[in-house]
């Protein structure tokens, strides 16, 4: 009980709060993510760079996104107790969670971005995600029934589309995941 009681009481930074408040209703808008990491281990990584693009009633809105790049570098003023690159984090983490309130997020293997984006929300005293998800790559598989352990890269998935295909930056990804969604969406009779 001493736990449950240290939770309730425990002091969140104010944009944690303000996120959590978005979920009061449910949300109409869906957000397609993007993240570049150091590597693949969510423990260990970090960060680079988040892009998203917001998508309402089956509509990319192209005005409305998001992109951040984060820098690793961990030289800061002497004065500052925190280095610059995770002030940059923090501040990079409030403005994503700004941009995506209670939307529901699309991406290729979201799970991965999902648990990073907690890892690094666990290293500055806040919870985890709130939001629903959907994975492109699972609406793909299962669209087409397949229940074998093959995965499909987000390039695969672009050209069995007959989408352009992406270049190699992270607003590129998130469009292309907007796209794909919206294709899969309609395909399995999503509303």
């Known amino acids: 009980m001493i736990g449950w009681i240290k939770n309730i009481n425990k002091k969140y930074p104010e944009f944690w709060k303000k996120y959590l408040l978005t979920f009061e209703e449910k949300s109409n808008r869906y957000v397609s993510i993007a993240l ?6 969510s423990e260990k990584d970090s960060i680079l760079s988040i892009a998203a693009i917001s998508i309402v ?25 925190i280095p610059t690159a995770k002030k940059e984090e923090i501040e990079a983490l409030e403005l994503f969670l700004n941009y995506i309130e209670n939307a529901i997020l699309i991406g290729h293997r979201i799970y991965f971005d999902v648990e990073i984006i907690n890892n690094a929300l666990d290293k500055i005293d806040c919870g985890r995600l709130k939001n629903e998800a959907f994975d492109i790559e699972i609406m793909y598989k299962k669209l087409h029934d397949l229940n074998d352990d093959k995965s499909f890269s987000l390039d695969e998935l672009v050209s069995f589309y007959k989408i352009p295909k992406a270049k190699v930056s992270t607003p590129d990804e998130a469009f292309s995941i907007a796209l794909l969604f919206l294709k899969l969406k309609s395909k399995l009779g999503i509303i």
């Open 57 to 81: 009633n089956n509509t990319i809105s192209i005005g409305n996104n998001f992109e951040i790049n984060i820098s690793q570098s961990d030289t800061s003023e002497q004065s500052s107790s």
């Open 36 to 41: 570049e990491t150091t590597g693949l281990d």
